[in-house]
């Protein structure tokens, strides 16, 4: 499956964005979704995950309450909505994809999207 995030930007601290990733090339709907960020200097970290029918959903600390992971396999796109953001938030974010139960480890995702910058200014 070939995964194309879009959605990020330059925005305000306490303001909102929306990620979207658009899934190509198989049957998006047997994947489940994960969005990670990487900060420059820093590793790649777990954002988000939701298991492929969308029923089970894991968040890391620090984005719980702020962001929500979506998805909609009719229209082969996952989504972050991130509400509250602040400038630590500031990364490029990445969309992932596997086969199986939803993962908040980076090295069991088979598919990833290229990435998209969030940049929160204070």
């Known amino acids: 499956v070939q995964l194309q995030a879009s959605g990020g930007g330059l925005v305000q601290a306490g303001g909102s964005l929306r990620l979207s990733c658009a899934a190509s090339?198989?049957?998006?709907?047997?994947?489940?979704v994960g969005w990670f960020r990487q900060a420059p200097g820093k590793e790649r970290e777990f954002v988000a995950a939701?298991?492929?029918?969308?029923?089970?959903?894991y968040y890391a600390d620090s984005v719980k309450g702020r962001f929500t992971i979506s998805r909609d396999n009719a229209e082969n796109t996952g989504y972050l909505q991130m509400n509250s953001l602040k400038p630590e938030d500031t990364a490029v974010y990445y969309c992932?994809?596997?086969?199986?139960?939803?993962?908040?480890?980076?090295?069991?995702?088979?598919?990833w999207g290229q990435g998209t910058q969030v940049t929160v200014s204070s």
């Open positions: 090339g198989r049957t998006f709907s047997i994947y489940a």
């Open positions: 939701i298991s492929w029918n969308g029923h089970s959903i």
């Open positions: 992932a994809a596997r086969r199986g139960s939803y993962s908040s480890s980076k090295n069991t995702y088979d598919y």
